[in-house]
Every structure is written in structure tokens, then in C-alpha cells.
């Protein structure tokens, strides 16, 4: 699987009503390529240890310019469809979002309930 769209494909047939999928959470390349060479067929990257791994706070103390950096990081180094954990949006129009996630690599995302 190289191509955005065959992550993307493969990520959405993980989706099985009544037959979850499991993601293990990534912060960094090298935590994202331990999952790969266990099996994972997908993984996901975790605000909050993504934030910590650079010093910065949870709850969007990242730039979202820099969260798609360290995104692009991880696509890079696996062959595995990728999601991330985009807190509450970092107050990026959503178009914006979905955007700079595909550019980076990713193939799928969640959003927190959280109000500002």
C-alpha cells in the first residue's frame, strides 16, 4: 500500500459494524514504525503524547502547523494507514483541516467534544 487513496481505502475497511478495530497511539517515526513491524494495520497519533513528546501541553498547546510536521514525520516512516487526533480542531476552518491532513499523510481524524 503506497498510494493516499489505498491507505484510505484500507483504513475505511477496518470500519466493521460490530468488529472494532484496535489502533495502538504513536507520538513520534520511531514509536510509529515499532507498531508497523508488530502488524497493526493502522495507527493512530495521540494528541496528548504527541504534545508531550515536544514539551508542549495537551489541549491543543501545539501549534496545529506543527502537529502536521510531526505528521508528516510518521506517514513517512510506515506504510500503514494513519489518523490522528486532532483535539477540537485548533480552530482551523474545517476544509483547512482535512486539507493539511491529507497533505501530511493522514487518512483519517477524530475531533473532542471540547468547548472553548
Do not use: C
Amino acid at each position: 500500500m503506497t498510494t493516499l487513496p489505498e491507505k484510505a481505502a484500507a483504513f475505511l475497511a477496518l470500519h466493521r459494524p460490530g468488529d472494532p478495530v484496535i489502533l495502538p497511539t504513536v507520538w513520534d517515526a520511531w514509536s510509529a514504525d515499532l507498531v508497523q513491524q508488530e502488524g497493526f494495520p493502522a495507527l493512530t497519533v495521540g494528541s496528548h503524547p504527541l504534545a508531550n513528546s515536544v514539551g508542549k501541553s495537551d489541549r491543543e498547546g501545539m501549534a496545529f502547523a506543527d502537529v502536521l510536521g510531526r505528521v508528516r514525520e510518521i506517514t513517512a516512516a510506515v506504510d500503514v494507514p494513519v489518523s490522528v487526533d486532532l483535539e477540537s480542531g485548533y480552530g482551523v476552518e474545517p476544509a483547512a483541516l482535512i486539507d493539511g491532513l491529507l497533505q501530511a499523510g493522514a487518512v483519517g481524524f477524530n475531533l473532542e467534544d471540547t468547548v472553548h
